[in-house]
């Protein structure tokens, strides 16, 4: 998968030095070209690009969005930074449809699409002439482009206009966009976008100029002036209405969604200000949210000033907003100071996740955070009893997979061994030196190793009792969780473990305790349960809890995920309501991996209802389940 040239990538030196500061960087500290990371194991394997030869640092959209063809169409005009002696730049390209690629003055570049990689996508390799700093494609995006979903209007909240909604991250922005695809070549970019008139374009970064209609089309511009690594740009497109939440925040969605939307996010200015108080200025202007129709596949995704969310976090009572401050964390952790490379994933998502806590902490109190974090430690222990406690893919450094491995150990793993750091250290020192990592690699790719040093240099700082009882190189490069780990408080949940210890003893539902519980506490109780349960006693909790009547969408899925593991068939109906109606992975994976665990029994309602509903996926959830049901070879 690796080609030749690799090798040579990680021997060449830098190639781009900081440049001056650019324009409305008010904190003055950004440099306007991030560099590229030049060791070892900060060379991307899943992007074909060679960045230490010649690099894209801008890129320049100018697009037109067609629903009838589901295609986007148009030119990206891509500003390079290169050695002088380069003979060619290589981009990531996955199924994008090349009409014609031309230098500034116009004159055709020669170029060529290398063979294809199921996964990666294909090499395109444009030649450069020795004077060559900017590069036009003029180039469609395919009908079938893996990051784009296009819905019908019968798939939207509104049924009166189709939408499209992109998801870039990992590996999947190269079906639209012809650019170097790797986290650690960051790029500005801007966008200037038409839609049919009528339709409203977002995208994650600034708007530029007023929207225009003329001639039946709306052009929307964006800029975003800051380098961000690429599977940050980001698109929605639909009938979109907007509503202010505070000062620098608002929500986009759907006019018929917007009054439940705005009433789930009403904590999201103070959000942002607890943020701002724990780790330092918010560095991107507008924080807005957008919520998608329910095929989107991500719980959300950060994308930089529009965090893109999933209708499923709705569930009335603002139960669930630790989504939003987990997205908004990645301002922080990911956005502004990211992966290089997607083995070290839980630099982005093991951080947030910590963040994300902290912040729960600061809005809603210690007893809401314990529960929590309790909940994300039970998630570790799970991924360690699936994968094997001491197995390879239990290390934070992970493995080669652009998805970063288990969710168990790249985010909570990650999340533990940073409260892990805090408990030590205590939580004043600590966060300043977290914050202080922040400032000082803002709009830079980071490493493991690059991670551990900083560490090492501003916090430890020679203290060998200290870098002993830490056990940084343990946690982050060997698998298994070290003895040190910071373990949740025992009371966070007492009351719901005593009363799942009288259940399980033979006792009978407490329906007037489930009632009063939150729903961290009912997801507690349903994943304490023991996973094999007579149907009597399944259908005594559901009666007794209302299970089947869902409401919040973590409470329905850990009961989906018991009741369909014992073969309970009122569960069946529900299940199949909950997957036709939203796309979310983390819910649509693990529902039809626990039928296809019940063999006779399962199989055969996972296959009837995935042939109904898999139309409706977003290809990152097909390509999960088409794996699960693909038979074994
Ligand atoms: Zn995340």
């Given at each position: 998968m690796t080609p030749v040239l690799r090798a040579a990538l990680a021997a060449a030196l830098l190639l781009t030095a900081c440049r001056a500061s650019e324009p409305?960087?008010?904190?003055?500290?950004?440099?306007?070209i991030a560099p590229v990371l030049t060791?070892?194991?900060?060379?991307?394997?899943h992007s074909f690009a060679n960045p230490l030869e010649a690099r894209v640092t801008h890129v320049a959209l100018d697009l037109g969005i067609d629903f009838d063809s589901k295609r986007i169409a148009g030119t990206a005009t891509l500003d390079i930074d290169r050695r002088?002696?380069?003979?060619q730049i290589i981009l990531d390209d996955n199924g994008l449809e090349l009409e014609s690629i031309v230098d500034a003055s116009g004159q055709a570049l020669q170029y060529q699409v290398g063979a294809t990689n199921q996964e990666l996508g294909a090499p395109l390799a444009i030649a450069l002439r020795p004077d060559t700093k900017r590069i036009l494609i003029r180039y469609k995006s395919a009908p079938?482009?893996?990051?784009l979903q296009w819905l019908t209007p019968?798939?939207?909240?509104?049924?009166?206009a189709p939408f499209l909604f992109s998801q870039?991250?990992?590996?999947?922005n190269r079906t639209w966009i012809p650019t170097?695809?790797?986290?650690?070549?960051r790029q500005s970019w801007e966008a200037t976008i038409r839609v049919p008139a009528g339709m409203t374009a977002v995208m994650s970064a600034p708007r530029g100029r007023e929207p225009i209609t003329q001639g039946g089309e709306s052009t929307f511009s964006f800029r975003m002036d800051h380098s961000v690594?690429?599977?940050?740009i980001a698109i929605g497109v639909g009938d979109l209405a907007f509503r202010s939440l505070g000062p620098r925040t608002g929500v986009w969605t759907e006019p018929v969604m917007l009054d439940r939307a705005a009433a789930e996010l009403a904590d999201t200015e103070r959000m942002v200000e607890a943020a701002e108080r724990l780790y330092?200025?918010?560095?991107?202007g507008r924080y807005d949210v957008i919520v998608l129709p329910?095929?989107?596949?991500?719980?959300?995704?950060?994308?930089?000033t529009l965090t893109f969310l999933t209708?499923?976090?709705?569930?009335?009572?603002?139960?669930?907003?630790g989504l939003v401050a987990h997205e908004l964390a990645h301002s922080w952790?990911?956005?502004?100071?990211?992966?290089?490379?997607?083995?070290?994933s839980w630099l982005n998502e093991g951080v947030t996740s910590y963040f994300e806590n902290r912040i729960m902490e600061e809005l809603y109190g210690p007893a809401r955070a314990g529960q929590e974090a309790a909940l994300s430690w039970a998630d570790m222990e799970a991924a360690l009893r699936e994968l094997g406690p001491?197995?390879?893919?239990?290390?934070?450094?992970?493995?080669?997979d652009p998805d970063g491995g288990s969710s168990g150990i790249v985010y909570d793993k990650g999340a533990i061994f940073l409260r892990t750091m805090e408990r030590i250290v205590g939580r004043p020192r600590w966060d300043a030196w977290l914050r202080s990592y922040f400032d000082r690699h803002a709009f830079q790719p980071m490493t493991s190793a690059r991670f551990l040093a900083d560490l090492r240099a501003?916090?430890?700082?020679?203290d060998a009792a200290l870098e002993a009882r830490l056990e940084l190189d343990r946690w982050v490069y060997r698998p298994g969780v070290p003895d040190n780990a910071a373990r949740?408080?025992?009371?966070?949940?007492a009351a719901v473990d005593s009363a799942l210890a009288r259940f399980t003893a033979g006792?009978?539902?407490d329906a007037a305790a489930f009632a009063g519980w939150n729903w961290a506490e009912r997801v507690r109780f349903l994943k304490g349960l023991p996973r094999q349960l007579p149907q009597a006693r399944l259908a005594e909790i559901d009666r007794a809890f209302r299970?089947?009547?869902?409401?919040n969408a973590e409470v329905l899925f850990a009961w989906l995920r018991l009741a369909l593991g014992n073969r309970y068939a009122p569960a069946v109906p529900v299940a199949e309501h909950f997957l036709a109606q939203m796309g979310r992975a983390r819910f649509v994976q693990p529902l039809f991996d626990t039928l296809l665990h019940q063999g006779d029994w399962g199989r055969p309602i996972a296959e009837r209802i995935y042939a109904r509903t898999r139309p409706g996926y977003h290809s990152v959830t097909r390509e999960r389940v088409d794996r699960l049901l693909r038979p074994a070879s």
């Open positions: 409305g960087n008010t904190l003055g500290t950004e440099p306007a060791t070892p194991d900060a060379v991307d394997t002088p002696d380069a003979k079938n482009a893996g990051s019968e798939q939207t909240a509104g049924k009166k870039g991250e990992s590996i999947q170097q695809d790797s986290p650690g070549i690594a690429p599977y940050m330092g200025p918010y560095r991107w329910p095929s989107f596949p991500y719980g959300g995704m950060e994308n930089p209708p499923t976090f709705i569930a009335g009572d603002r139960s669930l907003v952790s990911g956005n502004l100071v990211t992966n290089a490379v997607w083995s070290d001491n197995a390879p893919g239990t290390r934070l450094h992970g493995d080669d501003n916090l430890v700082r020679g949740p408080d025992p009371a966070a949940f006792g009978p539902a299970l089947s009547a869902g409401g």
